[in-house]
């Protein structure tokens, strides 16, 4: 968790002011994250598949690290808009899928991921803003040098992770798994083995209207949280924060969630998983009204509190909902197609919106976090419309695990 977060933390806050120095537009900025989103609505498909039918899950981490340390190598010896937009989509379809595929390794391995997994993603917290740090003395230091070290800080770390990869507790993919009858609710446990059946539970997975509905929600969500990620660092910056001092900024934010995380086993106790999830839904409206409506930066700064609440109740929410409603056979792809929503389809449509906005106010981000504060809203309505199903569901789900 800490060493595959610092690769993406190291570049995904400080690419748009990276871009913006290499003398992009915000509009121009945007069509490479649309490019970005564009990848990610075929790289889930395929890293999940391959994680459930024929990798283990451990060695997809090698190829998604090392093929992502190629493309941001290329991406930083790119003059042109058109080399830039082709090497970010390469490094989007491997190294953003990671965030679910970390969510898979783990709930493979963890007993009771409700209790445990929190406390493990607190890790990839950290891990996050590690790189801050280092990119903060490098920008204090040498302040017309760009944030080129961010991209080769990012490489680094791909291959340091790369090489790490051996060290993750193996995985076998689950539908290439065997089970027994009594897993299928047919023969006794002593029964002869039959193989896992991708299709029928991929099948099962998808006409599950609770899961789609979490789909729908990660969709609207992401594309919200993406306009956090790529347009509030160089907002701030606008309104005098010293780029230096971007970082410490951000990492308010995340230190808070990983305080947060330490919380989140008890909070889960004590109440329902649709509230927690519903309650980092309304911390991103809140937050994106605030960019939207004033310049005082305390109130900016402190809002990233509010981003720390968005990761721990909704996203790590949504994702321990989707795995209790997923097969052991599609528990990897259960996890990569929120990243088809959350990671691809969301950011994209997001995106395609940042383009039009800036294009219409020219290089005026606050109709950007008004659309952002929209986004998160629908996203809150489609959970609260199926949230005693998805209690429901998720409870049963629960209780047939301890069971058995």
Known sequence: MLLQFAVNGSILPFVTMLLRDR?????????????????????????????DRFLPLNRVFFVLNLVGAAALWVFDRQPGVTGMLLAWTVF????????????????????RPQEEFPRLRAWGSLGWILPF???SLHTA?????????????????????????????????GARGRRTGA????????????PRLYGPALRRLLGNWDY??????????????????????PFLEERGVPRPWIGPVQAVGVIFEIVLFQWQAALLRRHALTSIILLGGLALVVRHLVYAATDALWLLVGSYLLVAMVVVFHHTGVSLLANSLAGRE???????????????LGPLFASAVATLLTS?????????????????????GLVGWRRKALETAARGRMSVAAGG
């Not at 302040?143 to 990869?165: E, K, Q, R, T």
Request: aromatic content about 14%.
């Open 141 to 173: 230091w040498q302040p017309d040098a760009g944030l080129g070290f961010c991209v080769h800080l990012a490489m680094g770390l791909a291959l340091a992770m790369a090489a790490y990869s051996f060290c993750l507790p193996h995985t076998e993919p």
């Open 360 to 380: 219409i106010w020219t290089d005026e981000l606050r109709p950007v976090f008004l659309a952002g504060g929209l986004r998160a809203a629908t996203a809150m």
């Open 330 to 344: 599609v528990r990897s792809t259960a996890q990569t197609l929120l990243a088809f929503c959350g990671l691809g």
């Open 92 to 111: 989007s379809a491997c190294l953003n899928p990671i965030f679910t595929l970390t969510n898979s390794l783990a709930f493979h391995h963890l007993a």
């Open 133 to 135: 740090l280092p990119i």
């Open 23 to 51: 003398g992009l537009s915000y509009e121009q900025a945007s069509w490479l994250f649309v490019a970005g989103s564009c990848a990610m609505l075929v790289a889930p498909f395929f890293w999940g598949y391959l994680a």
């Open 183 to 194: 897993e299928q609710g047919g023969r006794a446990s002593g029964g002869p083995l039959t």
């Open 212 to 233: 789609v509905v979490l789909l729908g929600s990660m969709f609207f969500m992401s594309g919200a949280f993406m306009m956090v990620v790529y347009y509030a660092p």
